[in-house]
Nanobody
């Protein structure tokens, strides 16, 4: 599976961005997918995950109520709507495909990764 992430950019605190991640190649429609992020000098962390059918989602506590993960009907593209962005959300955001149907929080369950898209939130 090849993943192409897009939608990052520079935004002021309180603003919004929508990230997209399109999967191609071997189908990912039966797999959970997720978003991770990595800020400079920090470990990569789980941000949000969605099950293969879109019914189950889970989030990092600090983004709950601000970020929403979704996927299209073909289940090959996922999105991350990010509202009320904060400077601490600044990071490179990566999408990934899980080996499981319901995406978990551990990076080791994800088998394919996108190239990352930079999100910068200014104060």
């Amino acid at each position: 599976v090849q993943l192409q992430a897009s939608g990052g950019g520079l935004v002021q605190a309180g603003g919004s961005l929508r990230l997209s991640c399109a999967a191609s190649g071997r189908t990912s429609s039966n797999n959970g997918m997720g978003w991770f992020r990595q800020a400079p000098g920090k470990e990569r962390e789980f941000v949000a995950g969605i099950s293969w059918n879109g019914y189950y989602t889970n989030y990092l506590n600090s983004v709950k109520g601000r970020f929403t993960i979704s996927r299209d009907r073909a289940a090959t593209t996922i999105y991350l709507q990010m509202n009320n962005l904060k400077p601490e959300d600044t990071a490179v955001y990566y999408c990934a495909v899980s080996r499981r149907a319901v995406a978990g929080t551990g990076a080791d369950e994800y088998t394919s990764w996108g190239q990352g898209t930079q999100v910068t939130v200014s104060s």
